[in-house]
């Protein structure tokens, strides 16, 4: 089978149609709220709680998830007799993660990763806490590419250590932990997710921040409109960083049919698994992961020539992302701020990474001609598919 005229680009977001919802938009109008936490967020905001996370907490919707982030931070340091820190977080993720804590006023401490799981490594991380002892103010683990992470050692880890805690689960709505909850449903501490186009939750820009506990949420609430803890009087830090009410309305319109969309997205990335046997797949921990694209690791010796690999891929139309190769630590302007040691598994993985493909109506055939493409350039013969479709 051949990959001619495929046209496969990395990702293709389908976010809610506002064009066919406009009795929304005539609401949202006739309403005359059109931010500041209006009835279409609200609804957005209890629906979620009630549908994704099985009515137990409280979440407050962000313009994105990198505010988000910014804003659980601050929530939790602000008040604390020492200002700044470190923050303890992967080398393996994305440049949000650590932009976020610098502008928290933390520098980030890069950890290592798991070998199979491309999770934040404990060992690391605990190596990393002894060592820097109290100086660590803030751990921020990622729960890579919607996986499940270990909630109450991450919970024991910072009232150990008294740092802050903020769980980066960017890619996570739509995933089932390992104890059959939506990830991050019930636990303490922020949890904050994206609704970027681009994910699987996807909307335009917006994020979510979610926790057990009602207090953290209400003053993130309160610092993304402009720290008022009462009416039009700051009473700690803040910003703007509010959803609008159109944003909202598209985020609304996403939770219907968000499960078929999970599921469809977990069809074609088993397909993926089944069809490429010689690449390495990350090692499952939910019960059902929410996929954003399909990473994989290209087979050891042919790690070298990825960036043949992309170009082959790309001459029958197939977009592929390198996520993440460069790693912060590779990164000019985080080998300025950040702090790190050697991170061999990190390197590893971001040397030999490429990611696929996903989108919500991909079909199986169309999974089928990538798995072909990336085969055939794997064995070298993409360069004469070329010639013989010219
Ligand atoms: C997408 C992503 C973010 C940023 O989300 P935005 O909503 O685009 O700000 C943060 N961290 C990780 C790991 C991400 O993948």
């Not at 051949?2 to 506002?18: E, H, I």
């Not at 390992?178 to 917006?206: C, I, L």
């Not at 953290?216 to 402009?226: Q, T």
């Not at 985080?334 to 990190?346: E, I, K, M, N």
């Amino acid at each position: 089978m051949s990959a001619l005229g495929s046209n496969t680009p990395f990702l293709k977001p389908s976010p809610p149609r506002l064009s066919d919802h406009l009795d929304l938009l005539k609401r949202i109008e006739a309403s005359g709220v059109f931010s500041n936490f209006g009835p279409v967020n609200t609804e957005f905001e209890t629906r979620v709680v009630d549908e994704l996370f099985g009515g137990e907490g409280h979440c407050v919707t962000v313009c994105n998830a990198t505010v988000g982030l910014m804003l659980a931070l601050r929530a939790q340091l602000e008040g604390r007799a020492t200002q700044g820190g470190l923050a303890l977080m992967p080398s393996f993720t994305f440049a949000a993660t650590p932009h976020a804590a610098v502008w928290a006023g933390l520098t980030p401490l890069l950890c290592d990763i798991e070998p199979l799981a491309w999770r934040p490594c404990p060992d690391d991380e605990r190596h990393l806490l002894s060592t820097f002892g109290r100086e660590v103010a803030a751990i921020i683990p990622y729960a890579t590419f919607g996986a499940d992470l270990d909630l109450t050692r991450y919970d024991a880890l910072a009232r150990e250590s008294a740092a802050a805690l903020v769980v980066d689960a960017a890619a996570s709505l739509g995933s089932i932990a390992q104890n059959g909850r939506a990830f991050g449903a019930g636990f303490p501490w922020p949890v904050v997710f994206s609704m970027h186009v681009t994910k699987t939750f996807s909307t335009s820009e917006a994020g979510l921040v979610y926790s057990a506990d009602k207090a953290i949420i209400d003053r993130v609430r309160a610092m993304a409109n402009f720290g008022f803890g009462e009416p039009r009087t700051a009473t700690i830090s803040g910003l703007n960083g509010k959803l609008s009410e159109i944003a909202a309305a598209i985020a609304l319109l996403r939770l219907d049919g968000f499960d078929e969309i999970v599921d469809r997205r977990r069809l074609s990335y088993a397909l993926y698994a089944q069809g490429l046997p010689e690449c390495g797949f990350q090692v499952e921990t939910c019960v059902r992961q929410a996929h954003q694209f399909v990473p994989v690791l290209l087979p050891t010796a042919a790690s070298a020539r990825r960036e043949e690999i992309v170009e082959s891929l790309g001459q029958v139309g197939i977009g592929t992302g390198r996520y993440f190769s460069p790693h912060v630590a590779e990164q000019p302007y985080f080998q300025r701020v950040a702090r790190f040691d050697s991170l061999p598994v990190t390197d590893a993985v971001s040397q030999r990474c490429l990611s696929l493909p996903l989108s919500d109506q991909m079909t199986a055939d169309e999974v089928v001609n990538v798995i072909q493409a990336l085969r055939n350039a794997l064995s070298g013969s993409g360069t004469d598919k070329r010639k013989a479709r010219s």
